[in-house]
């Protein structure tokens, strides 16, 4: 579980500084379209914008913060992990981000897009609930083999104890 937080967190994060900040696609309330709440045609519009990013990218913080104090609290308790099992937990949380956060603010409420500086981002849109789904794909796939591998290998160390 810390992982698919952090991966949320994470995930959140490079949403908000790669396409937010750098690249400049698109803002939390950017749409250009009839749901323009901000457009980013007026200083006060941006003005709103960053705010909007930045109450985006504190929520992204908490849910990373969350994560962390699962893992220090797991770890306390002992439990132990595999850097395959962590890494797929990471890209399901960061999939689930972009499936959610893709799904209602793009699709359903239409407040951004991936971008917002094209006239038909629905492609945009898409592709990134393609790479969502990829990464929770890939991430549940890790986690699965190495479940598995887990499972042969205490499998053979009983069958060595038994000899």
Known sequence: MPGLFLGLGLGGFLDGILLHQILQWHHMGSDHGVHASFPTTTVPSLEDNTLWDGLFHA????ITLFGLYLLWAALRNGTRATSRSLTGLLLAGWGAFNLVEGSINHLILGIHHVRDDLGGPLSWDLGFLAFGALLVTVG????GTDRRRSRAV??????????
């Not at 205490?154 to 038994?162: D, K, L, S």
């Open 59 to 62: 929520a992204t913080w908490v």
């Open 140 to 143: 549940v796939a890790l986690v």
């Open 154 to 163: 205490a499998g053979h160390a009983g069958v060595e104890e038994r000899r």
